[in-house]
């Protein structure tokens, strides 16, 4: 794996200030490498999204991006950090640099506007010093990669299907050449045999274009499917992350273990699932020591009182981490480097 | 199909059901007199048994939804019968309807959304029991009633969860509320439209799982909708594909999730995200010769629907409807495709291969 594009450092995000605020990222560490594919995996309410949007500073109020650092490495200058960035440094970083697909992105579109107008507004705003025929040459380009006829550049979205709409969602992430694209479940609202297409075409787009990829979803067999490596976030912490393979193979963390579980699989013998039992954790009264203890069918005495680390299991590969103290640590590791 | 089974255990029956729904009519309509419809659902046959779970599988807008509500008797089918233990039914409202709902009750996919949330646990399983006349004489035996009614969906001790508000249960214990809610009219049928879609993935199986042991200990019917082909082969015993508002496979789960017959639901099938292959940009198991959308409704094509996507298209699709035809190779599997006609010769080398 080559150089890393983003390294997120102790991240802690609240919502709400004082007394009554509630912490939904918790000390997040994570490296994502030029190139490479992270799927981050959780329920709701597990911070996956909060941490995606803390990350890039779009987070609405209460939301308060509380401590860290989220290491920005551009392809050439010195890294930055984005949490310290000017307004005005924020936007030549925002979508130039780290492009966003929104959770519900067909929606995201303005309904008034065509897309081409979409398309060419954000071409005008980064790069004020092109021509209107080079604008809208580019945004045909970026149309014509995701599979969208260059023709459909002055529809209007409720001309164009649900699909259509997250390709063009895709397209505008893609429009500036960003080094990092965040996909905040962009296929969760579309048909599994769209979703395929679209993944696929994605897949093949990074291969040319090289950018990283975010990929947050609550579907960790897409992710398995999907991703490079996977970071499992349970109560706005990252309790285990791994490469996907060896990630589906062995899976460290029980929580993993049940949200494998979870998953009926299409093939194979039929198996009776149990799914994992109790409910998410309430982020406002969080279990003390392991957020996960609970519903942990192998808590020890030590998970009730004491936070495991995420470290490298002493018992196990380099390249992997996982907080639980049935896989003891074998150095405390803060990140990590395959 | 049906003649195979004993009767009585044949509970309820959409036989060849219709609903078209009229769409607005634009002036060049008008002037040429044309009354167009959506076409949700076109001569769909669904039966239900005691004690098993029929699921319904198909995309977004594919018209399983409207089968629910066809069943479930909120809209009258433009076309074809419902049938209650042979029994024809054609209720609007008032008493019969109330009779009707009393045995064939529903479940929604959005628990969040189908309890109100300024009432408590109690008062919406209260109302279903006094609605339904099962709520026993004086509050003793309604105490008993409710009581039964939580400890049936595993939410115990039933004191706890008897006076909270929705707001105060995670998602499936309220999705649990919601089920025991149907279960206190003491029903026969049970239709789940997405009854786990918006719950937590670390908790669907415990929902489907009760589910299940209900089916079994209750006897009931269940038509379980949804769109996740692998959550069918888990949970149901049998399944029927629909795509575009018509029926195209049926059969039992197993062989429809690992026998697909219907190019249609081979390519659903290979489409589903399948952890074991690992390969990140794999290309879709099988090909989709069109653009992966559904045709129009308002006007759907000739012949088969799935015909413009069809990778195994020959000429007769795109003009001759395919009846159910049997797939030939497990009782009770059929495909409404031309590739299991038998009496043409030649057109069927080769169909009954591929596992998707």
Redesign the interface.
């Given at each position: 794996m080559s150089s890393p594009v983003l390294e997120i450092r102790n991240l802690c995000v609240d919502y709400g200030v004082g007394e009554t605020a509630v912490r939904a990222v918790r000390d997040v560490d994570l490296t994502l490498h030029r190139g490479q594919?992270l799927g981050l995996a959780g329920?709701?309410g597990s911070g996956k999204s909060t941490l995606a949007y803390g990350l890039t500073r779009l987070l609405p109020p209460p939301g308060v991006v509380t401590g860290g650092q989220v290491i920005y490495h551009p392809p050439a200058g010195a890294p930055v950090d984005v949490l310290a960035m000017t307004p005005a440094q924020l936007r030549r970083f925002r979508w130039a640099e780290t492009a966003v697909v929104f959770q519900g992105a067909m929606n995201s579109l303005n309904p008034v506007h065509r897309i081409s107008t979409q398309l060419l507004d954000v071409l005008k705003a980064h790069r004020p010093t092109s021509t209107a025929v080079g604008r809208r040459e580019r945004a045909q380009e970026v149309l014509r990669l995701v599979?969208i006829p260059a023709d459909r550049l002055d529809a209007y979205p409720h001309q164009l299907?649900g699909?259509m709409r997250q390709r063009v969602m895709i397209a505008m992430a893609l429009l500036l050449e960003p080094q990092l694209v965040i996909m905040d479940e962009p296929t969760t609202a579309l048909?599994?045999?769209?979703?395929?297409?679209i993944l696929?075409e994605l897949?093949?787009l990074r291969?040319r274009l090289e950018f990283a990829v975010l990929f947050i979803t609550?579907?960790?067999?897409?992710l398995?499917?999907?991703s490079?490596h996977i970071a499992i976030m349970y109560g706005g912490r990252v309790v285990e992350q791994a490469a996907?393979?060896r990630l589906?193979q062995q899976a460290l963390h029980p929580y993993t273990e049940?949200?494998?579980?979870?998953?009926?699989?299409?093939?194979?013998p039929?198996r009776?699932?149990?799914?994992?039992?109790g409910?998410?954790p309430d982020l406002r009264a969080m279990p003390t020591g392991c957020a996960f203890h609970p519903r942990c069918p192998y808590a020890l005495d030590v998970c009730r009182s004491r936070l495991p680390p995420l470290g490298r299991p002493a018992d196990s590969h380099a390249g992997r981490t996982v907080a639980c103290w049935l896989h003891p640590t074998a150095e405390p590791a803060t990140e990590t480097r395959p | 199909m049906t003649e195979t089974e004993p009767r009585s255990d044949v509970v309820l029956t959409a036989e060849a059901v219709t609903r078209h729904f009229p769409v607005r009519r634009g002036l060049a309509q008008l002037l040429r007199r044309q009354r167009p419809v959506v076409h949700a659902v076109d001569d769909v046959t669904v039966t239900l048994r005691r004690g098993r779970v029929t699921a319904l599988v198909g995309?977004?807008g594919s018209g399983k939804s409207t089968v629910a509500r066809l069943l479930a008797q909120l809209q009258p089918p433009t076309s074809g019968r419902i049938l209650l233990h042979g029994e024809p039914v054609a209720v609007r409202s008032g008493r019969p309807f109330r009779a009707y709902v009393r045995r064939v009750q529903m479940i929604f996919q959005d628990p969040f959304a189908s309890l109100n949330p300024v009432h408590t646990v109690r008062y919406h399983l209260t109302r279903a029991l006094r609605i339904h006349g099962t709520a026993g004489r004086g509050p003793a035996e309604r105490a008993a009633a409710l009581h039964r009614l939580l400890e049936r969906v595993a939410l115990t001790p039933p004191q706890r969860y008897l006076d909270a508000f929705p707001h105060e249960l995670?998602?499936?214990?309220r999705q649990r509320v919601a089920i025991a809610r149907a279960l206190g009219a003491d029903p026969e049928v049970l239709l789940a439209d997405e009854p786990v879609s918006m719950l937590?993935?670390?908790?669907?199986?415990?929902v489907l799982?009760l589910l299940r042991e209900l089916t079994e200990r209750l006897h009931l019917a269940v038509l379980y909708i949804t769109?996740d082909?692998?959550?069918a082969?888990?949970?149901a015993d049998e399944t029927l594909v629909m795509y575009a508002g018509r029926s195209v496979e049926g059969g039992d789960s197993?062989t429809v999730?690992?026998r697909p017959a219907h190019p249609y639901t081979r390519?659903?099938?290979?489409?589903?995200?399948?952890?074991?292959?690992?390969?990140?940009?794999?290309?879709?198991a099988v090909p989709?010769r069109g653009?992966?959308?559904p045709p129009s409704l308002i006007r759907p094509p000739a012949g088969c629907r799935f015909h413009p996507r069809c990778p195994a298209v020959m000429p007769r699709c795109a003009t001759d409807l395919p009846p159910r035809l049997d797939v030939g190779d497990k009782p009770g599997h059929w495909a409404a495709c031309w590739l299991y006609d038998r009496h043409p010769a030649g057109s069927i080398a080769g169909a009954g291969k591929g596992d998707g």
């Open positions: 594919v329920e709701s599979g299907s699909g048909d599994v045999v769209m979703q395929r297409q696929g897949a093949q291969q609550h579907d960790l067999s897409l398995v499917e999907f490079d996907s393979d589906y049940g949200l494998l579980q979870s998953f009926p699989a299409l093939r194979g039929l009776t699932l149990t799914g994992i039992p409910s998410p | 995309e977004s995670s998602g499936g214990q937590d993935v670390s908790i669907r199986l415990g799982n769109h082909i692998a959550s082969r888990y949970f197993e999730t690992q390519l659903l099938v290979g489409s589903a995200p399948d952890p074991d292959r690992i390969t990140g940009a794999a290309p879709p989709d653009d992966g959308e």
